[in-house]
């Protein structure tokens, strides 16, 4: 069967039911995917909350990829980051959360030495 033949609407009802990193996942696996990820976002909706996570600067010295670990059920993901003049980590350990408004919220919590 070919999944990126689905209706758009169809996706999008999977989509919403994800949470923020399945949600990133889900919009690489192809263009029809990405389409009703990009979609669902333009149209105000949300990942599905779940608890914080801990954002560690990816794999020793790798600035531009970004391990996420959620601390209920020891889950990780490495997402890579956005592209810019300066890296996007600079040795720091973050805590992110989603909500229902917004997508992620980040703060500085502590500074690894």
Do not use: Y
Not at 49 to 69: Q, R, S
């Amino acid at each position: 069967m070919d999944w990126s033949g689905l209706p758009l609407d169809v996706l999008i009802e999977f989509v919403i039911r994800l949470t923020v990193a399945d949600w990133l996942s889900f919009g690489a696996v192809c263009t029809a995917w990405k389409q009703a990820a990009e979609t669902a976002s333009k149209s105000g909706l949300r990942p599905k909350h779940e608890p914080p996570w801990l954002m560690l600067a990816g794999g020793g010295t790798d600035l531009a990829v970004a391990d996420f670990i959620s601390l209920p059920d020891g889950r990780c993901r490495s997402i890579a980051l956005p592209k810019g003049p300066e890296p996007a980590i600079q040795k720091r350990a973050w805590f992110g959360s989603a909500n229902g408004k917004k997508q992620r919220k980040i703060s500085k919590v502590l500074k690894i030495i």
